[in-house]
């Protein structure tokens, strides 16, 4: 789960990280509050949204020498007449895609004297078990061209969730960013509160971007990313309430309530498979035969007539979809449930796409028998490939 600048600055506030100070604003009228808050001389207005670039983003509807989505202003007056042109409008950036996103809040923040930029990133390195460190003395947002360009300029080190961060990881840190004396003690302080922060909120991403040392030489994190472990999110009910669903796709929230592992994507044909690894090996198939796939769908092992119902109901309400390719293999999940699933899901939605159905395993063939007898128009596929073939050529004829 993801959440908003504002809000994960807040949340590192917990844990004793120096924040500049600044307030959410929903409405121009809020933005104008906020800034008659902080007192200026310097206000930072910032699109908050769940992506990268918005400084460089360009908003739908303004000329191109409009500013992006973060606008340094010297006035309460700037403040109004950015926050009024800013929200309610679609902000475009390099990690949202040709869609973007709407800005439906701001963050009004007071200015910071940079003197210089870094970037710092703590995540879960799943190959070592342990929390690995990105430090670079490229911050900015740049940082993509850096790690493209110059990836010596990028230093990683692993923390054992065992020990914990000690005096050394400290030291390496100050040492991968340049920073000596206070800096370096400043430094080895943030770095210890940030590790506690990521444990104690079960996070799988806290990424700092940028850090800066201010004209006082002083430590501080301008901007922040959090990403949280969904699964652990049941020991945080305060983190759950900062969940917004506004930036999410609505597909993805309608699987989660049953439960059901699903990624929306740019593609046309719609997947639903029992099994993450059948499913990938899907997706990689409809991408052979030429075609992209709409969505990764992990129906799950013990999948029942309702949850299959309700995966086809999400795939074919998708107007991208131009045609659906159902691959089950029964293991501990029958195809004659998963079939009958399918059937009871297409007569309370309607099929105006081809689909092709392709059943392996544990009552394969009384499936096979369930979907013949349904009366629908359905491709039957001997196996993967086959399956893979026959919708992307039914697909193709009928564009």
């Known amino acids: 789960m993801n959440i908003h600048e504002h809000q994960a600055k807040a949340v590192l506030a917990e844990y004793g990280v120096t924040v500049p100070r600044g307030y959410p604003a929903f409405t121009v009228e809020e933005a104008v509050q906020a800034a008659e808050k902080l007192g200026g001389p310097?206000?930072?207005?910032?699109?908050?949204?769940?992506?990268?670039?918005?400084?460089?983003?360009?908003?739908?509807?303004?000329?191109?020498?409009?500013?992006?989505?973060?606008?340094?202003?010297k006035s309460v007056d700037e403040v109004k007449a950015n926050a009024a042109e800013m929200l309610g409008r679609v902000l475009v950036t390099h990690q949202t895609g040709a869609k973007g996103k709407q800005v439906n809040r701001l963050y009004i923040e007071e200015g910071a004297n940079i003197a210089k930029?870094?970037?710092?990133?703590?995540?879960?390195?799943?190959?070592?078990?342990?929390?690995?460190?990105?430090?670079s003395?490229?911050?900015?947002?740049?940082?993509?061209?850096?790690?493209?360009?110059t990836p010596e300029k990028?230093?990683?080190?692993?923390?054992?969730?065992?020990?914990?961060v000690w005096p050394h990881h400290g030291l390496k840190l100050a040492s991968a960013l340049g920073l000596k004396g206070d800096l370096a003690k400043q430094a080895r302080t943030l770095l210890g509160q940030?590790?506690?922060?990521?444990?104690?909120?079960?996070?799988?991403?806290?990424?700092?971007?940028?850090?800066?040392?201010?004209?006082?030489d002083q430590l501080r994190v301008l901007d922040a990313k959090v990403s949280f472990d969904s699964n652990a999110l049941y020991r945080h009910p305060d983190i759950r309430e900062l969940r917004d669903e506004t930036e999410e796709d609505a597909k993805e929230i309608e699987a989660a309530k049953f439960d059901l592992s699903y990624i929306a994507l740019d593609g046309e044909i719609g997947c639903m498979v029992n099994?993450?690894?059948?499913?990938?090996?899907?997706?990689?198939?409809?991408?052979?035969?030429?075609?992209?796939?709409?969505?990764?769908?992990?129906?799950?092992?013990?999948?029942?007539?309702?949850?299959?119902?309700?995966?086809?109901?999400?795939?074919?309400?998708?107007?991208?979809?131009?045609?659906?390719?159902?691959?089950?293999?029964?293991?501990?999940?029958r195809c004659d449930i998963l079939a009958n699933?399918?059937?009871?899901?297409?007569?309370?939605?309607?099929?105006?796409?081809?689909?092709?159905?392709?059943?392996?395993?544990t009552?394969?063939?009384?499936?096979?028998?369930?979907?013949?007898?349904?009366?629908?128009?359905?491709?039957?596929?001997?196996?993967?490939?086959?399956?893979?073939?026959?919708?992307?050529?039914?697909?193709?004829?009928?564009?």
């Open 42 to 73: 310097v206000f930072v207005v910032k699109s908050q949204i769940h992506a990268g670039g918005r400084g460089k983003g360009r908003f739908e509807g303004l000329g191109p020498e409009a500013k992006g989505g973060v606008r340094v202003v």
């Open 117 to 135: 930029e870094f970037y710092l990133s703590l995540l879960v390195d799943r190959e070592t078990s342990r929390v690995s460190v990105v430090a």
């Open 137 to 149: 003395t490229e911050g900015g947002m740049n940082i993509e061209d850096v790690a493209h360009d």
């Open 154 to 164: 990028i230093a990683t080190f692993d923390i054992d969730p065992a020990t914990g």
């Open 194 to 216: 940030l590790y506690a922060a990521f444990l104690g909120k079960d996070m799988s991403l806290l990424e700092i971007n940028p850090l800066i040392v201010t004209g006082d």
């Open 275 to 333: 099994g993450a690894g059948l499913a990938m090996a899907t997706m990689d198939i409809i991408k052979l035969y030429g075609a992209e796939p709409e969505n990764f769908l992990d129906v799950g092992g013990g999948a029942d007539e309702a949850k299959v119902t309700a995966a086809f109901k999400i795939i074919i309400a998708d107007p991208n979809v131009k045609g659906i390719l159902v691959n089950i293999f029964g293991g501990i999940a």
């Open 341 to 361: 699933g399918v059937v009871n899901a297409v007569k309370q939605v309607g099929l105006s796409v081809p689909l092709v159905v392709r059943l392996e395993g």
């Open 363 to 399: 009552n394969a063939e009384l499936g096979k028998q369930i979907i013949n007898e349904s009366g629908l128009n359905v491709i039957a596929a001997n196996d993967l490939a086959d399956g893979a073939e026959k919708i992307v050529k039914a697909v193709r004829g009928a564009a």
